[in-house]
């Protein structure tokens, strides 16, 4: 089974909100990811977690911050978006290398 | 700066023809080559991957890594319209993130 899932599948807010995107797979992977993909381009990386610690940060502006709880659970909350924001938020897992990418969340800043 | 290159297309093919999708990369140091398929509003699918030189096959997919050239394909056989996607190369060198080229749209005619 190679199966990531995220929620919500869509969120619509507005610039003055806060939300979480919420990520979750049971496959043993160590690290988690978070990508940022606007239409017609490549996924784009923000954060990495490897064994549930922070490990990258694509130097992401603050109003995006992960968490991670626990092995199995990745979470990125979101507060005062922007317009620009908006795009698909993909989370993936990976045990070596192969990477695997959940359904995504299509995020609508208004 | 580690870059990924592939032709955006349109790649245009027959039904029933072999579909070539081509990638290099900068990195000598890659270590790692992976081929994602991505539909039209979904998340990216991984279909292959390759490490070593030579040619992997999996069903009607082919992948061939040349790592004197820097230099990496898909090959699709019997292309169907399912097959229409966008597809994307991503190279690591097994330490760092994946770096991902920015796709080839393949249109499949039937």
């Known amino acids: 089974d190679t199966e990531v899932t995220q929620t919500p599948k869509h969120l619509v807010m507005g610039m003055t909100n806060k939300k979480s995107l919420k990520c979750e797979q049971h496959m043993g992977h160590r690290a988690m990811y978070w990508y940022k993909q606007k239409a017609k381009k490549p996924p784009e990386l923000m954060f990495v977690y490897s064994y549930e610690k922070l490990s990258i940060n694509e130097s992401v502006p603050s109003r995006f911050s992960p968490e991670c709880p626990n092995s199995s659970l990745l979470n990125l909350h979101l507060h005062a978006l922007q317009p620009e924001d908006s795009a698909l938020y993909l989370c993936?897992?990976?045990?070596?290398?192969?990477?695997?990418f959940g359904p995504g969340t299509r995020l609508t800043v208004l | 700066q580690k870059e990924v290159e592939q032709n955006s297309g349109p790649l245009s093919v027959p039904e029933g023809a072999i579909a070539s999708l081509n990638c290099t990369y900068s990195?000598?140091?890659?270590?790692?080559f992976f081929w994602y398929r991505q539909y039209s509003g979904k998340s990216p699918e991984l279909i292959m991957f390759?490490?070593?030189?030579g040619d992997k096959e999996d069903g009607r997919f082919t992948a061939q890594l040349n790592k004197a050239s820097q230099y990496v394909s898909l090959l699709i056989r019997d292309s169907q319209p399912s097959d229409s996607a966008t597809y994307l190369c991503a190279v690591n060198d097994g330490n760092t993130p994946l770096v991902f080229g920015k796709g080839t749209r393949l249109s499949v005619i039937a």
């Open positions: 990195d000598r140091g890659s270590q790692s």
């Open positions: 993936a897992s990976s045990y070596y290398n192969e990477q695997f």
């Open positions: 390759i490490y070593s030189n």
